[in-house]
Structures are given as structure tokens and as C-alpha cells.
């Protein structure tokens, strides 16, 4: 449940943009607020349960943009390669094994691809 609320945030992050006003402020009060659903119909003057359609819609546009653009499946890639380097060059700092350099090398051009 946690996990697949922070992806619905990952998301929104990225796709937020593309979202309509409607979809756009209710996301931002659970997303970014982290308003429960009561709080958010209070604030939107709209019962619990039209928050619970436009996250549970909103939630299936952000999925479906992701899988046509990729965005946030890339950006993750990228950084758990730029962590992986940062390993590198530390393990390289301390025994200076040129096995290292290679590995780096094979992750950078990964990314040039």
C-alpha cells in the first residue's frame, strides 16, 4: 500500500503537468499535502467518494502515461546507474583496480545507447 503511494507520487511528479485542473488539485492535496480523503472532500466541497473516483481515474492516466513515455521507469534506471558509479569510483579510490574503470565505462555507454 505505502510502496504503491509513493509510485502514485513518483508519477505525479512527472505527469502532473498533464493532468486537468480538477485531477491536478486533488492529486496535489494527496500527493504533495498528504491529506487523507475526508479532508480533501472537505476542502473541495465534494463527497469522499468523487475523491476517491478522480485518485483512483488520476491514478490510471499517470499509469497509462508512464507506460507509453517512460519517463519515470528511465529516470530510476539512470539513477540507481549513477549510485552504482559512485561505488565504483569509491571502491577505485581504494584499491585502485582498473576492473573498476571498466565497469564504469560499460554503465556510461549503457546510458549513451
Known sequence: MF?????????YDFYGK?????????????????LSLGEISENLSI??????????????????LEAQLGLYERFVSRQNDFNEILKLVEAFKEDHNEK?????????TKQVE
Open 47 to 64: 463527497s469522499r467518494q468523487a475523491v476517491h473516483d478522480t485518485i483512483k481515474r488520476t491514478d490510471k492516466a499517470l499509469e497509462k
Open 100 to 108: 573498476h574503470i571498466d565497469q564504469i565505462a560499460r554503465i556510461a
Open 18 to 34: 498533464m493532468l486537468t485542473d480538477k485531477q491536478n488539485e486533488t492529486m496535489d492535496l494527496y500527493c504533495n499535502m498528504d
Open 3 to 11: 510502496e504503491k503511494k509513493l509510485r502514485l507520487v513518483d508519477l
